[in-house]
C-alpha cells in the first residue's frame, strides 16, 4: 500500500491535469526521497581568539573514534565513515537497509597558525579543534598613553 499526499493549497495551479504536479511533489518531497537526496555535511563554526583559531563542528550521534583528523600542506581534514548495519539472526527479511555516512570537511589554515599544536576534544555532538597561533601572530594589546 502506497500512500500518496496531496496539498490543497496548490490545486488552483492552473495545470490542465488537476493534482498532477502534486503526485510529484509528494513522491519527491517525501522523506525517503530527501533522507538520500540532501548532502549530510556538519555546519562549522570558525571563531578566533587571542592566542588561537577555533573550528567547531556539530555532529551529533557519532563516537570520537568516527573521526579523522589530519593536516596536510596547511590544510585541515576532517572526516568521518560510519557504517550501521542491524543484524538479526532471528528473522528472516524481505527488505534490509543499511546506514552508510561520510563527510570530509577541509580548512585552509592561516600562516599565522601553528601546525604543531592542534587540539581536538568532541563533547555533546560538537567537534572541538583548537588551534594555536605562532608567537609572532599573537594579538598583543596595550594601552597608549595620551600626551
Not at 495551479?13 to 503526485?23: A, E, H, I, R, T
Not at 555535511?41 to 583559531?53: G, K, L, M, R, T
Not at 604543531?116 to 608567537?135: F, Q
Amino acid at each position: 500500500m502506497t500512500l500518496v499526499k496531496f496539498n490543497s493549497d496548490k490545486r488552483s495551479n492552473g495545470s490542465l491535469v488537476p493534482n498532477f504536479n502534486d503526485v510529484f511533489d509528494s513522491i519527491f518531497n517525501d522523506t525517503f526521497f530527501n533522507d538520500r537526496m540532501i548532502a549530510r555535511v556538519p555546519a562549522a563554526n570558525i571563531s578566533e581568539s587571542q592566542d588561537h583559531y577555533h573550528v567547531e563542528l556539530a555532529a551529533p550521534g557519532l563516537k570520537k573514534e568516527d573521526f579523522r583528523i589530519g593536516l596536510e600542506r596547511n590544510v585541515l581534514n576532517i572526516s568521518v565513515e560510519q557504517q550501521s548495519e542491524s543484524q538479526d539472526a532471528d528473522r528472516n527479511y524481505s527488505k534490509r537497509e543499511y546506514s552508510y555516512n561520510s563527510f570530509v570537511r577541509s580548512f585552509t589554515l592561516p600562516e599565522s597558525a601553528n601546525p604543531e599544536n592542534i587540539e581536538a576534544s568532541y563533547t555533546d555532538g560538537v567537534l572541538k579543534i583548537d588551534i594555536a597561533k605562532r608567537e609572532e601572530a599573537k594579538i598583543v594589546r596595550r594601552q597608549i598613553e595620551i600626551k
